[in-house]
């Protein structure tokens, strides 16, 4: 109860606050209390008790009483200059808390390797100029390791690898990949598991743990009763694919970075099932994080840039039936 009652009597005497502040500052410029208690839209009373609270406050007072009008006094010349100066940082903070309905700052955006590689680049260039006053951090990683970052309010948003279930989390797709099993060009078609176990134990090449796409291939393989030698873990595709193309192992990559490899002649691709090779990309953010207008802006540039389309209401398919659910446990 001492506590409490310190509070109200410091709350009730350190009365310099903004409303004050622009009370005096009206007296100052209008020299009478009547002309400051029109301009501010209130009573005598009002003006005159504000000023007296400042004067009490302060030690000192603020203006001479001579004629019935208010001259200001040295003290009173003096606190006018602060006055302005913490008024129009008042003001100036009230209109960047406005302008906060448009998109600005920084976006601290997650992304699996291969879609900073193959699907953002173009994004981004077209997010920074349609939002220059928005700044991108990206960071690149496996899907288990930035549904982490997104629920540890890490990242604003993350691009990972559908279908996520959790209950903290937001998701949009937003980009439908194709997966294809890749192997070195020489070697042959890979109708079938059947044919896949034929080579004998694989080597496979992937992301580290966490990697959607990784369970993906190892899932299939598995349930194929193709025999596995070891699983070679890398942080890039480009490593990924260098050793898949020199005729080590196998891996499973979305064909939309595998453009130039196919065109140079280096890898092959083999038949996958569906089940396996489709693939969404999802836009995920914390349920709880209140709205951040520059993620919902670069909500709407991935739409108009993968569906051709500016309207913000576009509805994103379902996920395909038949897909096995992930939870982000099964992952971790």
């Given amino acids: 109860m001492i506590y409490y009652d ?10 310099m606050d903004l409303a004050a502040l622009r009370i005096f500052r009206a007296v100052v410029e209008e020299g009478l209390v009547t002309r400051a208690a029109e301009r501010l839209n209130t009573v005598q009373s ?7 609270q400042l004067e009490e406050e302060l030690g000192t007072p603020l203006f001479d009483r001579i004629n019935r009008r208010l001259v200001i006094t040295p003290a009173g010349h003096l606190l006018a200059d602060y006055a302005d100066r913490l008024l129009a940082l008042a003001d100036e903070a009230a209109a960047a ?5 448009s998109p600005q700052g920084v976006l ?6 291969t879609t900073a590689a193959a699907r953002l680049p173009a994004t981004l260039a077209r997010f920074r100029a349609e939002q220059p006053s928005v ?28 279908p996520i279930i959790h209950p903290m989390l937001n998701t949009r797709a937003v980009i439908d990949e194709e997966l294809a099993l890749i192997s070195a060009a020489d070697w042959p078609t890979l109708e079938s598991p059947s044919s896949l176990a034929a080579r004998g134990p694989l080597a496979v ?6 990697c959607s796409y990784r369970q993906r291939l ?15 873990e890398f942080g890039t595709f480009e490593a990924i694919v260098g050793c898949i193309a020199a005729g080590m192992g196998v891996g499973l990559l979305p064909k939309s970075v595998l453009g130039t490899h196919l065109a140079a002649g280096t890898l092959r691709t083999h038949p996958t099932p569906a089940n396996v090779a489709n693939a969404q990309t999802l836009l995920i953010w914390h ?5 951040h207008v520059a993620r919902e802006a670069f909500v709407d540039c991935l739409v108009a840039q993968f569906t051709g389309t500016n309207d913000t209401r576009y509805q994103f398919s379902p996920l395909r039936q038949n897909e096995p659910e992930i939870s982000v446990e099964s992952l971790a």
């Fill in 6 to 15: 310190q509070y109200i009597l410091l709350n009730r005497y350190n009365v």
């Fill in 46 to 52: 009002n003006v005159t008790t504000r000023i007296r």
């Fill in 97 to 101: 808390v406005r302008a906060s309905s």
């Fill in 108 to 113: 601290r955006l997650g992304t699996m390797e």
């Fill in 135 to 162: 700044v991108v951090h990206l960071s690149a990683g496996p899907t288990a390791e930035l549904i982490d970052g997104v629920l540890q309010h890490r990242l604003d948003a993350a691009l990972v690898a559908a």
């Fill in 205 to 210: 090449f992937t992301f580290r743990e966490g």
């Fill in 218 to 232: 190892l899932d299939w393989l598995r349930a194929s009763g193709v025999p596995i030698a070891r699983v070679n």
């Fill in 287 to 291: 349920r709880e994080r209140s709205r």
